[in-house]
């Protein structure tokens, strides 16, 4: 969709954004502004329950689909970068880089382990048991959606097929720069937070050593990367004729080392001017700003100048996100997707779908008028006084780090009509965000500072959403300009590789723009803090449910 209108014939960068259900990209203009946008679904497969994949092919064939929509109608002259950001998935490709199967079936098309796939619990379990100094860097404790542990996976069950023909192991936003420029130099990004490279010492022998992938130290770590540049950095000879054609976009441009999707997210929020808008973190420094990236997960980034450890928060990571700035990354496996299983498998689904279809409305936006109807003349987060939810269906990323944590709902009762959906809807969304406030409490408490949410991803876009983190954290939200701000981002590391800007901090302050503020409803406070107690109080139950059942 072209605007119209605008006098602006200058330089554009295009930024692909590979999130786990879709991939998106846009045309960006150097203000930021989004000129195009497409997007197309990307297959998933779940051979067997806690296993997720993926096919680099297919996501590739997807990221030319919807570059060459964005690029369409355009003066081709006018494109100068492009920059991608993914999920931090786990691509294997053989030594000739063909794609090699990460499962039992042998099935090709399926080379990706999925972020969110589970199969690696034993070794990570081994991993965390060393309790290796590198582990100090991901929150004290290593996440089964990590890269070591299905590294080791890998090794441990697919020795002949997939092991050791395995020439590269790639994150997919590694994946996807090596695909359009041919060189397999990894980002920091990606190395740092899922593969425990330091950005100050490098790779450690001894982790891998220890952990039993010496392999990769014997041929200095080659496979996995020993090439590392920053986010932003300019790769190659830019892009290859092979992969301009494909894309649609002019040979030679420059491509940027990527960003994982919720850094991508990060950088498109958080450097952005707020002055007017009355909010305390104007005139304070970035680092009171926590950029939150909700989409199938969601993802709490918060940046400091010197290292802070916080507890089952993954870091601090050095210049992972922002060049020169400490990060935490907070984070939760299922939100946006813990939603779609709580409505989708309710009894009511296929009314609400029905009515909602008739109205021309997402079922979101269906649910969240229907709350407005039953509400009557109480605020609508009062209608779950006795329905409360603990949201770990796939265990809990931050701040218990704790994947054996399941979900609980309490408070049910025989109803199947569409307000017992409504209201289920709703608890959940409050549980996401009693979430959110649990993570930055652990992260105040180690030495943050914050008291402004940057919001953005699909779940930004649901304004029951937003306003309950708002109310439920005591904290204001900013929504940007661009409702697709992941893709800002994505197109500011574009800008960065063309030369076009000096720095990433240059590009994050002219290119993000604040759209939208929502301010909390302090009068809701003492009713949130109650059932804030209450969701605490159900984790500490469910662990007591598993101590009784494990007694002797
Ligand atoms: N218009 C909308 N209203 C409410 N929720 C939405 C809307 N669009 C997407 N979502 C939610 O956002 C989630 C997906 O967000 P998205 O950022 O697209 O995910 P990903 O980057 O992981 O592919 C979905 O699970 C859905 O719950
Ligand atoms: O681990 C992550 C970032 O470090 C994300 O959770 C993962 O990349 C998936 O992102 P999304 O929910 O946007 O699909």
Redesign the pocket.
């Known amino acids: 969709i072209m605007s119209d209108g605008e006098q602006e014939p200058g330089s554009c960068y295009v930024g692909v954004d590979v999130?786990?259900?879709s991939v998106r990209a846009a045309l960006v203009d150097q203000r930021g502004m989004m000129l195009a946008f497409a997007e197309h679904p990307i297959t998933k497969w779940e051979p067997q329950f806690n296993y997720h994949e993926q096919s680099s092919e297919d996501i590739w064939a997807a990221c030319c689909v919807v570059t060459k929509k964005v690029v369409q109608g355009i003066d081709l002259s006018r494109i100068r970068g492009l920059g991608f950001d993914?999920?931090?998935?786990l691509v294997v490709l053989d030594k000739q880089f063909r794609p090699l199967p990460v499962n039992y079936e042998g099935d090709f098309h399926r080379n990706i382990i999925m972020?969110?796939d589970h199969r690696a619990i034993s070794q990570v379990q081994r991993i965390n048991e060393t309790k290796h100094s590198v582990l100090q860097y991901v929150g004290g404790m290593m996440s089964v959606?990590m890269q070591a542990p299905k590294l080791l996976w890998l090794k441990e069950n697919l020795r002949e097929t997939c092991w050791e023909k395995a020439g590269h192991f790639f994150d997919l936003p590694d994946f996807l720069s090596w695909k359009a420029t041919g060189v397999t130099a990894r980002s920091l990004c990606s190395l740092v937070?899922?593969w425990t490279y330091s950005a100050e010492k490098g790779w450690d022998d001894s982790f891998w050593k220890m952990i039993g992938l010496e392999d990769f130290v014997a041929d200095n770590y080659s496979k996995i990367g020993n090439q590392v540049l920053p986010p932003g950095a300019s790769l190659g000879s830019g892009l290859t004729p092979e992969a301009a054609k494909e894309l649609g976009l002019p040979v030679g441009i420059a491509v940027a080392a990527s960003l994982?999707?919720?850094?991508a997210?990060g950088l498109g929020v958080i450097g952005a001017d707020v002055t007017g808008h009355g909010l305390i973190c104007e005139g304070q420094p970035m680092t009171s700003r926590l950029a939150v990236?909700?989409?199938?997960?969601?993802?709490h980034m918060g940046i400091s100048r010197g290292p802070i450890f916080v507890p089952g928060v993954?870091g601090p990571y050095f210049s992972a996100m922002i060049p020169g700035f400490w990060l935490n990354?907070g984070?939760q496996?299922v939100?946006?997707?813990l939603i779609d299983h709580v409505v989708q498998g309710h009894v009511a689904f296929p009314e609400l779908q029905a009515k909602a279809a008739a109205r021309c409305q997402s079922v979101y936006a269906y649910l969240n008028s229907h709350l407005d109807l039953i509400k009557k003349d109480q605020p609508v987060g009062f209608l779950t006084v006795d329905l409360h939810v603990w949201p770990d269906f796939h265990g809990n990323?931050s701040p218990l780090a704790d994947l054996t944590l399941k979900g609980m709902v309490t408070g049910l009762t025989l109803s199947q009509d569409l307000d017992d959906l409504a209201i289920l809807y709703l608890a959940t969304v409050q549980a996401l965000a009693f979430g959110t406030r649990f993570i930055i409490e652990a992260m105040e408490a180690a030495g943050h500072s914050i008291n402004t949410l940057f919001l953005c991803?699909g779940l930004s876009k649901n304004p029951l959403f937003v306003q309950m983190h708002v109310d439920i954290t005591g904290m204001p939200a900013v929504l940007s300009q661009e409702v697709e701000s992941?893709l800002v981002g994505a197109a500011i590391l574009g800008a960065c590789a063309s030369g076009d800007f000096p720095s990433v901090q240059e590009a994050m302050t002219r290119m993000s723009k604040v759209g939208k503020v929502v301010f909390p409803r302090h009068e809701d406070k003492k009713y949130y803090d109650k059932k804030y107690q209450v969701f605490r109080k159900l984790v500490e139950h469910q662990k007591e449910y598993s101590a009784i059942m494990n007694e002797d």
């Open positions: 999130g786990t259900g993914a999920t931090c998935s972020w969110l959606e937070c899922k994982i999707d919720a850094h997210g990236i909700c989409g199938t997960s969601s993802c993954w990354e984070g496996s939100t946006g997707k990323r991803g992941v």
